[in-house]
């Protein structure tokens, strides 16, 4: 079974700095998606950047990009030019591309402050 | 463009009730999912309809039930409430027939059982 695991319950970064959120996952599969979600106070999980496992450049979204490292597993979010407003819960996911389940596994989280 | 809407926004009840929580799927989109996010956790895949029958379903029991109209639009039933149901629950949308689509979630229904 697939697991995703994020190790930083929380994190802080200075406005206008830059932050990297880590995300480990475990899998057999060789094809899948990984996302980046974000949970503002709000609660609705925003979108914030999605990587296909046979690309192999970095999915970039203006200040959000990640760094996808198949081999290792690994797939964090940087966070650049920290704004107030990327103060939120950030949820890293994983789904199949096999085409036989359609659930995505999420981490538990990593809340990011963003100090002024 | 309407996303993905649910109602109610918050609900509390008391344990051995029924709840029945509802979803509509952004505009365009065939398939609902449902979750469940646990106060500190991430969301829990509880089951997925697509062309208004259940597709997939998480370890969840049978007290967890759904159903999907043919205007997309979707019900999670939990009956005979536990204290440990208590939690967001999140419905997410998207296009069935693709493999590689993207989900996207509406803003919960927080369930308080008491």
């Known amino acids: 079974a697939q697991t995703v695991t994020q190790s930083q319950p929380e994190m802080s970064v200075q406005e206008a700095e830059t932050v990297t959120l880590s995300c480990t996952y475990d899998t057999s599969e060789s094809d899948y998606y990984l996302f980046w979600y974000k949970q503002p106070p709000s609660r609705q999980m925003i979108l914030v950047i999605r990587?296909?496992?046979?690309?192999?450049q970095n999915a970039t979204e203006n200040r959000f990009s990640v760094n996808f490292q198949k081999a290792a597993k690994s797939f964090s979010l940087k966070i650049s030019d920290s704004q107030l407003g990327d103060a939120a819960m950030y949820f890293c996911?994983?789904?199949?591309?096999?085409?036989?389940?359609?659930?995505?596994?999420f981490g538990t989280g990593t809340r990011l402050k963003v100090l002024a | 463009d309407a996303g993905v809407t649910q109602s109610p926004t918050h609900l509390i009840k008391t344990r051995g009730q029924q709840v029945t929580l509802r979803c509509s799927p952004k505009?365009?989109?065939?398939?609902v999912s449902w979750y469940q996010q646990a106060l500190g956790q991430g969301p829990q895949f509880i089951f997925q309809y697509y062309e208004e029958e259940e597709r997939q379903r998480g370890n969840f029991p049978d007290r967890f039930s759904g159903h999907q109209f043919p205007n997309y639009s979707s019900e999670l039933n939990v009956n005979a409430l536990l204290l440990g149901d208590s939690a967001l629950y999140l419905c997410?949308?998207?296009?069935?027939?693709?493999?590689?689509?993207?989900?996207?979630f509406g803003p919960g229904t927080r369930l308080t059982v008491l």
């Open positions: 996911a994983y789904r199949s591309a096999s085409g036989r389940t359609y659930k995505y596994i």
């Open positions: 505009s365009g989109h065939d398939t």
């Open positions: 997410a949308s998207s296009l069935g027939h693709l493999v590689t689509d993207t989900q996207y």
């Open positions: 990587q296909e496992a046979y690309k192999q």
